[in-house]
């Protein structure tokens, strides 16, 4: 039998799965690390962690699925965007990378937003904002305060160019990559010119430019327990690729993943702009596609936080169980979900959660329901955005863990008025790079024969009742949030 690899690089650790011609994951390797903070503002690791921890996965995935690495006929490598390495000539790491989550650079940030000006800075990436974890900022930091490391730098990559020029010798990344990387143009496709001129390196200094599924080399002898010539291929961000790894293949299909926080991805077949700045615009996993990504810090793990504070030990199921016995609309509970800040549509970062309309006949069930309906409220209010950007919105595939929750999805399907689909896979976004390694390697013609392969609908969640109920609660929400999302931060 064949097999397909997608690896996930993820912030604190490295999965690997193995999938075979069907899409069933046969084996799972993951090897965390823990993140280096040494001061505010300063996140590092060392470079080699996560080329080790690759490795690590790697044998846990081929040990578990019980299977000859001769039989892998491909990978694709997927992950977090930012997270910057800088090596030498011989493909060294110089120091620490950067980790995505770094801000040292504000005022490196500050000054190339003045320089090119936010409204070019948009034009050219996709992105709202020029911030101090961007790695266009990390550079011009690296060259003030380490010069002399900064002389030495042969390379300049994101995490996943630095795995894949490991396994191949070679480096290349994918254009789904680069829109928050600041030094790539989203309308040319290429590198910016006049960013690099400022940054004071070269394009020579930068990994080769690939598609989303392209080749970027093969497997060379190494101690990664890969068969040499095994093609490897680039992949865009993780979002994206979960986006395909649920099967959204098709026009007026997205994904929302209801993690720890909520993430919505949207394709749209031309390059879009978000005039107001709520949204950044990113590449899709198809050649010519564009795609938004809305999300917000909390989602799931305000569930979470109510359940382990004040669920007096009952599990999920138990906490489910009790909030499904609750009506529509939690008996006028209305929750802002906003505990960690918000970030789209409305973006304050000084934002908090509220509780709306407290009785005292409001239990621990009440609470349970009213947070899975904020969560339903947040991602409506997001997807009412991207309608009126032009996104056409049939079918929402769920991912993440609150897509195990029968009563979750029913409240987001009558939230949302749509169809609202899990899939049998819990591991959307390493079979997602996965399906465009068997694509690469030439075993399937294309994502969409490569989607009707391999991905299968667990269950359909279909508007009842209760979308007739709705409506009036998101008014509320939405009449609620615009009131008091002006005055947090002492803004009164």
């Known amino acids: 039998m064949n097999y397909y690899l997608g690896i996930d690089i993820g912030t604190t650790g490295i999965k690997t799965v193995l999938f075979d011609a069907e899409g069933f994951p046969k ?10 903070t040494p001061k505010p503002d300063i996140v590092e690791l060392d470079a080699e962690v996560y080329w080790e921890s690759t490795r690590k996965a790697l044998h846990q995935a081929v040990d578990a699925a019980g299977i000859a690495p001769s039989q892998i006929r491909s990978l694709a490598v997927t992950g977090q965007a930012e997270t910057l390495i800088m090596v030498d000539e011989n493909g060294k790491p110089l120091r620490k990378a950067i980790v995505w989550l770094d801000n040292r650079a504000v005022e490196e940030a500050a000054f190339l937003d003045s320089k090119f000006t936010t409204d070019a800075l948009f034009r050219m990436s996709g992105q709202t904002e020029m911030l101090p974890c961007l790695p266009a900022a990390k550079i011009l930091w690296y060259q003030k305060h380490e010069p002399e490391l900064f002389a030495r730098t042969a390379k300049y990559l994101m995490v996943e160019d630095y795995i894949i020029g490991k396994l191949t010798g070679k480096y290349a990344t994918c254009r789904g990559l680069m829109p928050s990387a600041l030094y790539y143009d989203i309308r040319t496709g290429k590198y910016d010119p006049a960013m690099l001129e400022a940054l004071h390196i070269s394009e020579a200094q930068l990994p080769e430019l690939k598609d989303a599924g392209e080749i970027a080399g093969r497997c060379i002898e190494n101690d990664s327990l890969l068969v040499p010539g095994t093609p490897v291929a680039v992949a865009p961000i993780d979002h994206v690729c979960g986006n395909l790894g649920s099967g959204c293949g098709k026009a007026g299909m997205l994904s929302e993943t209801t993690g ?4 919505v991805c949207a394709a749209f077949p031309q ?5 107001e700045r709520r949204l950044s615009t990113y590449l899709g996993f198809r050649k010519g596609d ?3 990504l809305p999300w917000a810090p909390t989602a799931g793990m305000l569930l979470k936080h109510f359940r382990d504070e004040f669920g007096g030990g009952m599990s999920y199921e138990e906490f489910t169980e009790e909030a499904s016995k609750i009506p529509a609309g939690s008996e006028g509970l209305i929750l802002l979900p906003h505990c960690a800040g918000a970030i789209s549509p409305d973006c304050n970062p000084e934002a908090r959660g509220v509780a709306y309309g ?4 409001h239990k621990k069930a009440h609470w349970a329901r009213a947070i899975m309906e904020s969560v339903a409220y947040l991602l409506k209010d997001n997807l009412e955005v ?6 056409e919105i049939r079918e929402i595939r769920s991912l993440g863990g609150a897509s195990k929750s029968d009563l979750w999805m029913q409240i987001k399907a009558d939230v949302l008025n749509c169809e609202v689909t899990t899939t049998e896979c819990e591991e959307a976004t390493s079979l997602g790079a996965a399906i465009l390694g068997a694509v690469a390697c030439g075993d399937f ?3 969409e024969e490569c989607i009707s392969a391999m991905v299968r609908i667990r269950k359909r969640y279909v508007p009842g009742k209760n979308a007739e109920v709705y409506p009036g609660y998101f008014k509320q929400y939405q009449k609620l949030n615009k009131m008091l999302m002006p005055t947090f931060g002492g803004k009164l």
């Not at 084996?27 to 280096?36: N, P, S």
């Not at 720890?260 to 993430?263: E, G, V």
């Not at 390059?271 to 005039?275: G, N, P, T």
């Open 27 to 36: 084996g799972i390797g993951l090897a965390e690390y823990t993140l280096e």
């Open 260 to 263: 720890c926080t909520l993430a």
């Open 271 to 275: 390059i879009v702009y978000d005039e």
């Open 290 to 292: 564009f795609v938004l």
């Open 358 to 361: 407290i009785t005292l006949a």
């Open 386 to 391: 991207l309608k009126k950007l032009g996104a």
């Open 445 to 447: 013609k294309d994502t």
